[in-house]
């Protein structure tokens, strides 16, 4: 059964930086980072994809979060910066692609358990 196990959430005041890790248990050529706030959907945050690591950003996260990955260690990171409020919200990790929009949670059926953001003002 493949794992996925985010971490590195935490709170932090606004401006500040956190680095979120996610291990997953094999390799997968696509992985994408969502967040959720209760009562609210599930959004599509960032992406990345392929040996060389491929990225795409929400527009809400685009120049303040950066994608990354170790391919040895079956490892993203979510590099966040100049952390906002409106940040604050439950962070996921999600893979195997089955098809459709990289922001679209229906389009992955792996999922890691979470770990939270929060960004006091």
């Known amino acids: 059964q493949v794992h996925l196990v985010e971490s590195g959430g935490g709170s932090v005041q606004a401006g500040g930086s956190l680095r979120l890790s996610c291990v997953s248990s094999?390799?997968?050529?696509?992985m994408t980072w969502f967040r959720q706030v209760p009562g609210q959907a599930r959004e599509g945050l960032a992406l990345i994809y392929g040996e060389n690591g491929v990225t795409r950003y929400a527009d809400s996260v685009k120049g303040r979060f950066t994608l990354s990955r170790d391919n040895a260690k079956n490892t993203v990171y979510l590099e966040m910066n100049s952390l906002k409020p409106e940040d604050t919200a439950m962070y996921y990790c999600a893979a195997k692609f089955v098809g459709g929009s990289w922001y679209d949670p229906s389009a992955y059926e792996r999922w890691g358990q979470g770990t939270q953001v929060t960004v006091s003002s």
């Open positions: 094999e390799y997968w050529n696509s």
